[in-house]
């Protein structure tokens, strides 16, 4: 069955930068694309950006335009997000899922990113 | 840029009830880009429709999508207890960008 295990827990002062992976398993990695979301603490989810297997670019919204840089392994079948100069605003769980073009399927189980001074 | 609005916030109702949740959007859309999910406390969301009113698999046939251009409408046919969660509708929009609605909070 598809499969996404994401990276645990961080914690980061101000300013500084976090990488979130995401491990698929269960599907031909190729064939579909990443989308990266994020959900505040009892907020609703916010879409970040995704890889798009349709045209090979990595779209961003635009709000982390700039800030957000999202790459693909094809050798581990593994996604990552990486966001720089984060500030408390930022603290979010931050989710991976199965990008189908116009909808996402599989979720990754979420990764915590707390940003504390 | 298109705004979703779900409706209502919260809706409160028992097992065995029907429940009707609304999705707006500011302008008339394809309803082949419209997806509607499912999330309870501590998970990640559940896709459930996609395209509208496409179920995706494993989900109950007490569920139902529907709607077109700018009103679409999950509907739960009789409520079970493990269908009290929030539900967030979806659209796939232009630049190319995904947009997702406030949520409504379906509560006992």
């Known amino acids: 069955q598809v499969q996404l295990v994401q990276s645990g827990a961080e914690v980061k002062k101000p300013g500084a930068s976090v990488k979130v992976s995401c491990k698929a398993s269960?599907?031909?990695?190729?064939?579909?694309?990443i989308s990266w979301v994020r959900q505040a603490p009892g907020q609703g989810l916010e879409w970040m950006g995704r890889?798009?297997?349709?045209?090979?670019?990595?779209d961003y919204a635009q709000k982390f335009q700039g800030r957000a840089t999202m790459t693909t392994e094809t050798s581990t079948s593994t996604a990552s997000m990486e966001l720089r100069s984060l500030t408390s605003d930022d603290t979010a769980f931050y989710y991976c899922?199965?990008?189908?073009?116009?909808?996402?399927?599989?979720w990754g189980q979420g990764s915590l990113v707390t940003v504390s001074s | 840029e298109i705004v979703l609005t779900q409706s209502p916030g919260t809706l409160s109702l028992s097992p065995g009830e029907r429940a009707t949740l609304s999705c707006r959007t500011s302008q008339s859309v394809t309803s082949t880009y419209v997806a509607w999910y499912q999330q309870k406390p501590g998970q990640a969301p559940r896709l459930l429709f996609y395209g509208a009113s496409s179920r995706a698999t494993g989900v109950p046939d007490r569920f139902s999508g529907s709607g077109s251009e700018t009103d679409f409408t999950l509907t739960i046919s009789r409520l079970e207890p493990e269908d009290f969660a929030v539900y967030y509708c979806?659209?796939?929009?232009?630049?190319?960008?995904?947009?997702f609605g406030q949520g409504t909070k379906l509560e006992i």
């Open positions: 979806q659209l796939y929009g232009s630049s190319p960008t995904y947009i």
């Open positions: 890889f798009s297997v349709y045209n090979g670019h990595t």
């Open positions: 899922a199965r990008d189908r073009g116009t909808w996402v399927d599989s």
């Open positions: 269960g599907y031909t990695f190729t064939s579909y694309g």
